[in-house]
């Protein structure tokens, strides 16, 4: 399948050939969704923690004596049921992640990829490379464009256009080998470079 291809002035740069495995395949919301929990899973710090009833500070002496009172037996303070006391099977340290194989990731991938396609929010551009890292005139380049909320992809980003493009909330760039599901998914408008649609193809095949 052909796309055509733009120049960050607008212009036209030709087009270019999408491989249709890659980019034309039915996008199933179930592949997309398994990736995208699976990379949302990995990212969590999973360091919440609370005291447990032997790591709260209190005495461990006998609150009171064990009969007579009219009230239950307690032994300490820290008690679970007591306020400030431990609590009991709260949460520990531990990972969230799960194992996802590789040839399933790269699937999410190109599903994520054709999803785009399909919903028309792929723009094609020659090349990114830019002369001064001016964040003003890379904002007014991308407004004029019409790009809202884009990841810009390319083989490898250019040092000057990754220094204007840093203080822009709208703007998104990666190196193909840093392409993913979720801020792919997550992007009003993904735009490829010439040199990223032949690495992000060569990384799928």
């Keep these: 399948m052909k796309a055509d291809a733009i120049k960050l002035d607008g212009k036209a740069a030709g087009s270019v050939e999408l491989d249709e495995a890659i980019f034309g395949l039915e996008p199933r919301i179930d592949i997309l969704h398994r990736v995208v ?13 609370v005291k447990t009833r032997s790591e709260v500070k209190y005495s461990t002496k006998k609150i009171y004596r064990q009969k ?32 996802l194989t590789k040839k399933f990731r790269k699937l999410g991938l190109r599903h994520a990829l ?3 396609v399909a919903a028309g929010e792929l723009v094609i551009v020659d090349n990114i490379d830019i002369k ?52 792919i998914l997550r992007s009003d408008t993904l735009v490829l470079t ?4 032949e690495a992000l193809e060569a990384r799928l095949k």
């Design 37 to 49: 929990r699976w990379q949302r899973n990995n990212a969590q710090a999973g360091t919440h923690k």
């Design 68 to 99: 007579g009172t009219g009230g239950a037996r307690h032994g300490a303070r820290s008690a679970p049921i007591f306020r400030g006391g431990g609590i009991y099977k709260g949460p520990t340290p531990r990972s969230h992640g799960h194992e």
């Design 114 to 116: 054709s999803a785009k």
């Design 132 to 183: 001064d890292a001016k964040t003003s005139a890379l904002a007014k380049t991308v407004g004029a464009l019409g790009w809202k909320r884009c990841l810009i992809i390319d083989a490898t980003v250019n040092e000057d256009f990754a220094v204007a493009a840093r203080n822009i909330t709208s703007i998104n760039a990666l190196p193909v080998m840093g392409a993913n599901v979720y801020d």
């Design 194 to 197: 010439k040199a990223g649609v």
